[in-house]
């Protein structure tokens, strides 16, 4: 079993920055892929990144290409996702989540994860 703890979340302006982490337990989080997703009110939780087990992959939404950095600590059990540029439309809440790490491939990375932190809320406002 793999707990997830987000943290980080905020208010803050259009244009600022904001970095979220996502703490693990347990000894194999150096063989999970770790991802964040979002939800915004009203809508369907969508993907934004991913990295892969050793770090050398990542994958990022469109929407955030240029703007977000994931990376991971495996020393310290934590995956980060750097915000920058941050837009009104960026305001939801973040999940962080992870598996075990067989992917190879975007689609594989922006899907089916097992493992689901409780969330962190992202505001910007205008």
């Known amino acids: 079993q793999v707990q997830l703890v987000e943290s980080g979340g905020g208010l803050v302006q259009a244009g600022g920055s904001l970095r979220l982490s996502c703490a693990a337990s347990?000894?194999?989080?150096?063989?999970?892929?770790m991802g964040w997703f979002r939800q915004a009110p009203g809508k369907e939780r969508e993907f934004v990144a991913a990295?892969?087990?050793?770090?050398?992959?990542?994958y990022y939404a469109d929407s955030v290409k240029g703007r977000f950095t994931i990376s991971r600590d495996n020393a310290k059990n934590t995956v980060y996702l750097q915000m920058n540029s941050l837009k009104p439309e960026d305001t939801a809440v973040y999940y962080c989540?992870?598996?075990?790490?067989?992917?190879?491939?975007?689609?594989?990375?922006?899907?089916?994860?097992?493992?689901w932190g409780q969330g962190t809320q992202v505001t910007v406002s205008s």
């Open positions: 347990g000894r194999t989080f150096s063989s999970y892929a």
């Open positions: 990295i892969s087990w050793s770090g050398g992959r990542t």
């Open positions: 989540a992870s598996k075990w790490d067989s992917c190879s491939g975007y689609r594989c990375y922006a899907e089916k994860y097992d493992y």
